[in-house]
């Protein structure tokens, strides 16, 4: 649950940017707690968009967005487990590949493991 309202938090201040944002209204507020999990849904004036369903072991699947002060649509798919968080969008940034070089040597590594060394 801590997860939700750390969520909610998070597009609260992606939200915050604009200032008529402060004036925004929840269009739409479901919220369903039981003992195997919840299920949420937020919509606001301003097109902020969250929803979200838990299950007894922690584990969440949701996704929320927004319209950035741009006016670009930023939009988040996200799970959170065992694994972390999981977050999907088009907006995030990705790492660089991996050189060629570092592969083999890493592959090479894997494949010639060092012996262990007994001291006594």
Not at 65 to 76: A, F, R, T
Request: net charge negative.
């Amino acid at each position: 649950m801590f997860k939700f309202f750390l969520l909610a938090a998070l597009i609260a201040c992606a939200a915050a940017g604009n200032p008529d944002d402060v004036h925004a209204e929840a269009t739409l507020l479901k919220s369903d707690v039981r003992a195997d999990g919840f299920d949420s849904v937020l919509e606001t004036t301003n097109h902020i968009h969250q929803a979200a369903s838990g299950d007894e072991h922690g584990n969440i699947h949701g996704d929320f967005d927004w319209i950035s002060p741009e006016g670009e649509h930023i939009g988040v798919k996200y799970v959170a487990d065992e694994n972390g968080y999981q977050p999907i969008s088009d907006v995030l940034p990705t790492p660089h590949p991996i050189p060629e070089a570092i592969l083999k040597a890493i592959a090479y590594i894997q494949a010639h493991p060092q012996k262990e060394e007994y001291h006594h």
